[in-house]
């Protein structure tokens, strides 16, 4: 019968080292010579179940000590650590970090550990700048970013308003001549003048794709997965794209980009915006935002769009002598993940942050398809009215789990009485008492904080316990 072998040579090695044993020692207690031990310690051979069963009962070793339980966990949070954009590419493949692992267990240790506090550094560092720009005094901290970050921290911090593109959409709106509904007009218009031909294809046929246009036959294919407001949107930006896309990119080339993947990025997100521009031409939505409050779920019914295209273009009214009211939007998932930030005068990230865990955009998720509506304080007084609801996504199958977002549609409170949700709020108990991030807020007694604030001493006594888990002086 064939032995079962097992290549232990490190963990043998650490158990002689942890007895205090020497080579020739251990060999002669387990009955064989110190060059086959040698052999053993550097797995150039197997240990046999007569030898671990040797080992066992003269050293007492427990048999899990040398089959190498506590491995697993060390390569699975190696893998982690070396699939770090910053660590990409260091190691040949998987079997390295085994071989790690194996070798030097405690060395493992030490590198999650350090990478543990690298993490935590950046985060600490990161904060810490957040709150130095709020005081007036920006800093200079160097980060490698990606092409998405740059495009979004230049988005997030600009007005969100492209005269050159919104003039452009209304233009092609008025020569559409689409009446009552934009999407048909949209489609006749791609076949007249480029032979583009819009078809919708089944899941089956699009298992990957929300949309694919084939160059050769002329065909733009759209996914059974969209709803119609999102069909709209897609062809939308096909019509942009080739009836203006030289401003569009001249557009993109303005914001001095570093890489040509940020200028994409930017091209994207820019043909975006016209594509709600031509679904919501400015004079048009400008005055029936107006007259119906801004009533998110009105002007989505009006013009064929979905709840968070409609918060989108709120954001962008921001033209001189037909403004509308200062919105701004941030969208996230249920586990806290941003996807965008913008804003009619960019985000207002040190008046408001964000990152309050009391924002209705967190409580939303607990209420699919419901508005919420608040009125928030900040700590310096200032207050917000505060517009939340979740985002439907792609349509799923069954088996599938989908995308949840949820959006937050922000407003300064001085404007709130122009809008049905200020004029309908009703809080006896007065504004939501919110801050624009846990690490930045100094607020005592916050039931919901979940971190201590970078700016004050944790308060530890053994005496007193507050009502937060991070007491803080």
């Not at 209304?170 to 006749?188: F, M």
């Amino acid at each position: 019968m064939a032995e079962n072998k097992i290549f232990a040579g490190p963990r043998v090695r650490r158990i002689r080292n942890g007895l205090g044993l020497t080579q020739t020692a251990m060999a002669q207690a387990l009955g064989i010579s110190p060059s086959y031990l040698n052999l053993i310690e550097r797995n150039g051979r197997p240990l046999t179940v007569q030898l671990i069963l040797r080992l066992a009962q003269v050293y007492k070793v427990d048999l899990a000590d040398l089959e190498g339980a506590e491995r697993q966990g060390s390569v699975s949070e190696l893998k982690a650590i070396f699939s770090d954009p910053l660590l990409a590419g260091e190691v040949a493949g998987e079997q390295e970090l085994v071989e790690i692992a194996e070798a030097a267990p405690n060395a493992a240790a030490g590198i999650a550990k350090l990478y543990r506090a690298y993490r935590e550094s950046q985060a600490r560092l990161s904060d810490l700048a957040d709150l130095l720009a709020r005081e007036g005094r920006p800093t200079r901290v160097l980060e490698a970013r990606l092409p998405i970050d740059e495009v979004q921290e230049v988005f997030e911090n600009r007005p969100n308003y492209v005269a050159a593109l919104d003039s452009a959409a209304e233009r092609l709106h008025a020569a559409l001549e689409p009446g009552d509904d934009l999407y048909p007009a949209v489609k006749s218009w791609l076949k007249r003048e480029h032979d583009l031909v819009v078809r919708v294809l089944p899941v089956a046929t699009m298992p990957n794709w929300r949309r694919r246009f084939d160059r050769h036959s002329r065909r733009l294919f759209l996914s059974e997965r969209l709803s119609s407001a999102d069909r709209l949107r897609e062809v939308a930006m096909e019509a942009v794209g080739l009836a203006f896309g030289a401003a569009i990119d001249a557009e993109a080339e303005s914001f001095g980009f570093s890489s040509d993947e940020a200028r994409r990025l930017a091209r994207f997100e820019l043909t975006r915006y016209a594509a709600h521009a031509l679904v919501m031409p400015y004079g048009a939505f400008q005055g029936a935002a107006v007259r119906a409050g801004f009533d998110v779920e009105v002007l989505a019914a009006r013009f064929g769009a979905s709840f968070e295209q409609v918060a989108n273009r709120l954001t962008t009214l921001g033209r001189a002598g037909a403004p509308g009211l200062p919105f701004f939007m941030l969208e996230v998932d249920n586990a806290g993940n941003r996807f965008r930030r913008a804003g009619a005068r960019g985000f207002p990230h040190q008046r408001f942050g964000g990152g309050c865990p009391k924002l209705p955009i967190h409580s939303a998720f607990a209420h699919p398809g419901e508005v919420l509506v608040e009125r928030a304080q900040m700590p310096d007084g200032a207050e917000f009215l505060l517009v939340a609801r979740t985002l439907e996504g792609l349509r799923s199958g069954f088996g599938e789990r989908p995308r949840r977002t949820a959006l937050l549609l922000g407003l300064d409170a001085a404007h709130a009485g122009e809008t049905v949700y200020g004029r309908a709020l009703a809080a006896p108990g007065g504004p939501v008492a919110i801050g624009p991030a846990c690490r930045l807020c100094e607020r005592q007694a916050c039931l919901a904080r979940a971190e201590p604030p970078l700016t004050r001493p944790l308060g530890l006594d053994e005496m007193v316990t507050g009502l937060s888990a991070f007491d803080f002086q």
